[in-house]
């Protein structure tokens, strides 16, 4: 894993797509801009990006849409997608969740948020490559608490 991972902004709002993409870039990222499940298919195809921060809805289409693009492509890594929505019910996160999606941020969102959303998804790609080289991911052992034992 390099520490220089390439990431997209897929969103059809201008604003948006540049709000999130100049938090990305004041953090020493420098993401690709899409404005469409169309324009991030194309960018998919010529290149490995590592995570999609996405609208739900986009202008032809939606993030299930983006999530069945990396499904198809040569690459080995799977490409992490984050949704980027002002609201969203529990319910609509929950099928989010289910159909692949990998976090979700709120909007406006802090760069905070693109941080720990980039944070995790790293972990998460060290836990897969230590999952394909065969050692099992660290896990803390189980620490008993002060009042364990007392009656």
């Keep these: 894993m390099t520490d220089h991972w390439l990431m997209m902004v897929v969103s059809s709002d201008l604003e948006a797509r540049r709000s999130v993409t100049r938090m990305l870039t ?19 195809e010529k290149q490995d990006v590592e995570l999609i921060f996405c609208d739900p809805n986009l202008c032809d289409g939606d993030y299930r849409d983006v999530l069945a693009t990396p499904l198809y492509r040569p690459h080995k890594n799977k490409t ?16 989010a969740k289910r ?8 909007l406006p969102c802090r760069p905070t948020n693109l941080e720990w959303a980039v944070i995790l998804a790293k972990r998460d ?9 065969g050692s099992a991911p660290y ?4 620490v008993k608490s ?3 034992g007392i009656s």
């Design 125 to 133: 790609e060290r836990s897969r490559r230590k999952d394909v080289l």
């Design 99 to 106: 159909a692949g999606v990998f976090d979700m941020i709120s």
């Design 80 to 95: 992490r997608v984050v949704l980027i929505s002002s609201q969203m019910s529990p319910e609509a996160y929950q099928e």
């Design 26 to 44: 004041s953090q020493g990222f420098d993401p690709i801009s899409a404005a469409s499940v169309r324009e991030c298919r194309e960018v998919l």
């Design 139 to 142: 896990t803390r052992p189980p």
């Design 146 to 148: 002060a009042a364990a």
